[in-house]
């Protein structure tokens, strides 16, 4: 199994144990003289079979972006690493240029000359530049995360 399908897999079964809890939440109490929509039980039951699947495909998805080296990137969990950071570091410097720029406040300049004029405290232009920088970065990235998915068998 390639390392994409353990993902795709993992996706699933989370999404699997959600609609169970959802479930068994709504089928755990009812009211006397009444059947509950659903066995709880029974639904608590299929729920610890499917994490229990759920936590061994996580264990093997983790060794495998551990062992498989990308190149440049270290290894996968490394590039994943370099991802996260890259995004959250695109994140401030967006929010720092639209901060800067007024982006989203009231009003966009004086009505009246003895009204204060805001200021920007940073250079927009070159925030937007390095975001579009970062955002580039991002996408390279994320094309070799992917590439090495489906290239990468799963680990044991």
Known sequence: M?????LAE???????????RARIVGSARYQEGETPAEDAA???????????????????INRTNAAVE???????????????????????????????????ERGYGRQLRSELMMLSALPVA???GQADV?????????VRIQRTNWEADLLD
Do not use: N
């Open 70 to 104: 990308m190149g440049r990137d270290g290894t996968l969990t490394d590039a994943l690493a370099r991802r996260d950071v890259l995004r959250l570091r695109h994140s401030v410097v967006t929010a720092a240029a639209d901060a800067a720029a007024g982006t989203g």
């Open 126 to 128: 070159e925030l937007r």
């Open 2 to 6: 390639k390392l994409a399908e353990a």
């Open 42 to 60: 029974q639904l608590l039951a299929e729920a610890g079979e499917v994490l229990g699947a759920l936590e061994t495909l996580i264990r093997r």
């Open 134 to 142: 970062l955002a580039r970065e991002i996408r390279e990235i994320d």
């Open 10 to 20: 993992r996706a699933e079964a989370t999404r699997r144990v959600e609609q169970l």
